[in-house]
């Protein structure tokens, strides 16, 4: 089944782990920490001492997504805070390949990110490298945005690839998934979604946006567990 990684990015930070918590009693499996240093995109977030207060909070796997530029300097502090995958941009790393390495050398699970106008095939060289790709549907820097319809023929334009190149690698989603698109998200293929607005700003509560995510993407899979 299609995982769910909520973005906390969308949480109350003033109650922030309580608001982890809910996720992982809901039975989301990972936890997504924009990181933006507003250069890449025009917004700033968080470091890695709110990945370390995460980390205390609850037991989930932690991914960091880097809407940074040159990214290098920063990694290492992201995994000794306990970050256990971190996702680095196509777009802002000029030395893809040495960034890529330099995650795997921190001992942590690699992804690369592509931006709404970045082409699947740009990928192609990093694939065997990563173990995650993630495709933006919406451009990246905020949260609450809808999601871009034309992010799903990418994502199945990605998995394609992924089967050519008879490699199994993560395919995230990341932007604008809610209760009405996940289920059409997950056919499309994606095998985790980032839901940031869906989660935190659900009716009923973060608990409650999670189980109804989960239960669309139940769904999807055939009632899979
Ligand atoms: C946007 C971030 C997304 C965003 C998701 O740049 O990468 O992870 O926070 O939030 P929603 O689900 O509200 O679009
Ligand atoms: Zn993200």
Do not use: W
């Not at 990181?35 to 470091?47: I, K, S, Y």
Request: with cysteine; proline share 5%.
């Amino acid at each position: 089944m299609t995982q769910l990684a909520p973005s906390i990015l969308a949480a109350d930070f003033g109650h922030l782990a309580s608001e982890v918590q809910a996720c992982e009693q809901a039975g989301a499996q990972r936890l997504h920490v924009d990181v933006m240093d507003n250069h890449f995109v025009p917004n700033l977030t968080m470091g890695p001492d709110v990945v370390a207060a995460c980390r205390r909070a609850c037991r989930l796997p932690i991914e960091v997504h880097l809407m940074v530029e040159r990214p290098d300097g920063i990694l290492p502090a992201f995994v000794a805070a306990g970050a256990g995958l971190l996702t680095v941009h196509y777009e802002a790393c000029p030395q893809l390949h040495r960034s890529v390495e330099l995650v795997r050398r921190q001992g942590a699970r690699v992804g690369v990110g592509i931006n709404p106008a970045t082409p699947v095939a740009s990928l192609v060289d990093i694939l065997p490298e990563v173990d995650l790709a993630l495709v933006m549907s919406v451009d990246p820097g905020f949260g609450g945005q809808d999601l871009l319809p034309s992010s799903l023929g990418k994502v199945r334009r990605l998995v394609r690839l992924l089967e050519e190149m008879r490699l199994s690698c993560e395919v995230e989603l990341d932007g604008g998934v809610d209760a009405a698109n996940a289920a059409e998200c997950a056919r499309a293929g994606a095998t985790v979604l980032v839901a940031g607005t869906a989660v935190f700003h659900a009716e009923g509560g973060t608990g409650a946006g999670v189980t109804c995510l989960l239960e669309r993407l139940r769904g999807a899979s055939g009632g899979a567990a």
